[in-house]
């Protein structure tokens, strides 16, 4: 009897979650219940997380306890830093966060407390503390020094001040914000589900993170959003060109791409097979960038690709789509795209692992095998 194979677990329902639910028949995302737009709309990055980790939105007094607290655990660990120090600076971002990961959590007191109070604990800190890995990694590759991080910012305010050094516009703050609670958290993914596997062997939540970043480096996963900027680059960049002209371009290149059979990253999703719910709300975020550092060709070529992908294999953008251009124009450089989607994901991945510690079975499938019959020396 041939066994059924589930090649990469398509359509396999692994566990129960109640941190989000994906509908891709109504293109819903909603978190904890909450559709994620009207969160995208309404509250803060750290409101979110907290409503992740605890399952209901967050009392007055719960959202000054964690403001309080995420703003005093910012800092950058010296002990991080130097581990930083000793990457190479052309090693890509997301060595560098999974090294920091790893390191806070083979320094942390509590690594092998895993009480649901000290996983949250760790949780929190993890939150309140990666902005700075990023921000200082953007910044030594770019030869400038460390710069301390602002009591008085909120995270997204503080996280740009961190890796600019100067204070962003409200209106880049609010985009800022709105990708960081788009890529909160999204059920049963290729990195929460890593998490979920270490969670399953009893091993500590930095264990978990680390594997996790190291899922989501992959461009089938989080790297998309920095391949396709690299798209865009190697359609050419023009900021002379009009919109339409850009659009022209991309139209060309995406038409010969296909016809070479590439696979064209920022298109596509596993699960939604009929628009990402997240894209709308992202692409406000974008158009708002755009106008505001004036940039409309390249919206040109942002909409060239995503016609001509439609018209040719009716394939719809993702959320890393809109999302790459946006951190382009906010002025990160595109390696460091992928760690800011860790920013965000470790909010879910740790609600995640909490989830799965509380109810816990060894994650460990079946295979069925295909190699030679039995054999002897
Ligand atoms: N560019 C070109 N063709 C694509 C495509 C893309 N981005 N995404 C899917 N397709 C095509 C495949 O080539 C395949 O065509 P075929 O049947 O003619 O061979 C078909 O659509 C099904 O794709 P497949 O990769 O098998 O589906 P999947 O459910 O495993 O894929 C993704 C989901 C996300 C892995 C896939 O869409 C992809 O690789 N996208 C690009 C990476 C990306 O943006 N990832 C971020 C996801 S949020």
Same mark, same amino acid.
């Given at each position: 009897?041939?066994?059924?194979?589930?090649?990469?677990?398509?359509? +396999?329902?692994?566990?129960?979650? =109640?941190?989000?639910?994906?509908?891709?028949?109504?293109?819903?995302?909603?978190?904890?219940?909450?559709?994620?737009?009207?969160? /995208?709309?309404?509250?803060?990055?750290?409101?979110?997380?907290?409503?992740?980790?605890?399952?209901?939105?967050?009392?007055?007094?719960?959202?000054?306890?964690?403001?309080?607290?995420? &703003?005093?655990?910012? /800092?950058?660990?010296?002990?991080?830093?130097?581990?930083?120090?000793?990457?190479?600076?052309?090693?890509?971002?997301?060595?560098?966060?999974?090294?920091? +990961?790893?390191?806070?959590?083979?320094?942390?007191?509590?690594?092998?407390?895993?009480?649901?109070?000290?996983?949250?604990?760790?949780?929190?800190?993890?939150?309140?503390?990666?902005?700075?890995?990023?921000?200082?990694?953007?910044?030594? &590759?770019?030869?400038?020094?460390?710069?301390?991080?602002?009591?008085?910012?909120?995270?997204? *305010?503080?996280?740009?001040? #961190?890796?600019?050094?100067?204070? /962003?516009?409200?209106?880049?703050?609010?985009?800022?914000?709105?990708?960081?609670?788009?890529?909160?958290?999204?059920?049963?993914? =290729?990195?929460?589900? @890593?998490?979920?596997?270490?969670?399953?062997?009893?091993?500590?939540?930095?264990?978990?993170?680390?594997?996790?970043?190291?899922?989501?480096?992959?461009?089938?996963?989080?790297?998309?959003?920095?391949? +396709? #900027?690299?798209?865009?680059?190697?359609?050419?960049?023009?900021?002379?060109?009009?919109?339409?002209?850009?659009?022209?371009?991309?139209?060309?290149?995406?038409?010969?791409?296909?016809?070479?059979?590439?696979?064209? #990253?920022?298109?596509?999703?596993?699960?939604?097979?009929?628009?990402?719910?997240? +894209?709308? @709300?992202?692409? *406000?975020?974008?158009?708002?960038?755009?106008?505001?550092?004036?940039?409309?060709?390249? #919206?040109?070529?942002?909409?060239?690709?995503?016609? /001509?992908?439609?018209?040719?294999?009716?394939?719809?953008?993702?959320?890393?789509?809109?999302?790459?251009?946006?951190?382009?124009?906010?002025?990160?450089?595109?390696?460091?795209?992928?760690?800011?989607?860790?920013?965000?994901?470790?909010?879910?991945?740790?609600?995640?692992?909490?989830?799965? &510690?509380?109810?816990?079975?060894?994650?460990?499938?079946?295979?069925?095998?295909?190699?030679?019959?039995?054999?002897?020396?």
């Amino acid at each position: 009897m041939t066994e059924q194979i589930y090649k990469g677990l398509a359509g +396999v329902v692994a566990d129960h979650t =109640a941190v989000s639910k994906v509908n891709p028949e109504s293109n819903s995302l909603l978190y904890r219940g909450y559709p994620v737009q009207e969160l /995208a709309a309404k509250l803060s990055f750290e409101e979110v997380a907290l409503l992740l980790w605890n399952g209901e939105l967050p009392s007055t007094g719960e959202k000054d306890e964690f403001r309080a607290f995420e &703003r005093s655990h910012r /800092a950058l660990d010296p002990r991080v830093r130097a581990a930083i120090d000793l990457l190479p600076l052309d090693c890509h971002p997301m060595d560098v966060g999974r090294t920091a +990961v790893s390191v806070l959590g083979a320094n942390h007191p509590l690594s092998e407390d895993s009480s649901p109070e000290a996983e949250l604990t760790k949780a929190k800190e993890l939150f309140a503390a990666f902005p700075a890995v990023v921000a200082y990694d953007q910044r030594r &590759r770019r030869g400038l020094e460390l710069v301390e991080p602002r009591e008085d910012l909120d995270y997204s *305010q503080n996280f740009l001040w #961190m890796t600019f050094g100067e204070e /962003a516009p409200e209106e880049v703050v609010d985009a800022f914000r709105v990708s960081m609670v788009l890529y909160a958290e999204h059920s049963f993914n =290729a990195s929460t589900f @890593t998490a979920r596997v270490v969670t399953s062997t009893l091993a500590d939540l930095h264990s978990a993170v680390t594997a996790a970043i190291g899922a989501l480096k992959g461009p089938l996963h989080g790297g998309a959003n920095e391949a +396709v #900027m690299h798209t865009f680059e190697e359609i050419g960049i023009d900021t002379a060109e009009t919109r339409e002209d850009a659009a022209a371009r991309a139209k060309a290149w995406m038409e010969q791409a296909l016809a070479e059979k590439r696979k064209v #990253m920022g298109f596509g999703h596993r699960v939604y097979k009929s628009g990402d719910s997240r +894209v709308p @709300t992202m692409k *406000q975020a974008l158009d708002a960038m755009v106008e505001y550092y004036g940039r409309g060709e390249l #919206m040109g070529l942002y909409d060239g690709l995503e016609a /001509a992908m439609g018209e040719a294999k009716n394939i719809l953008p993702n959320l890393d789509y809109p999302a790459g251009p946006t951190y382009h124009l906010m002025g990160f450089d595109t390696e460091m795209f992928t760690p800011l989607f860790i920013a965000a994901r470790i909010t879910g991945w740790t609600a995640h692992i909490a989830e799965q &510690r509380a109810d816990n079975a060894l994650i460990r499938p079946l295979s069925a095998y295909n190699g030679p019959d039995e054999r002897h020396l």
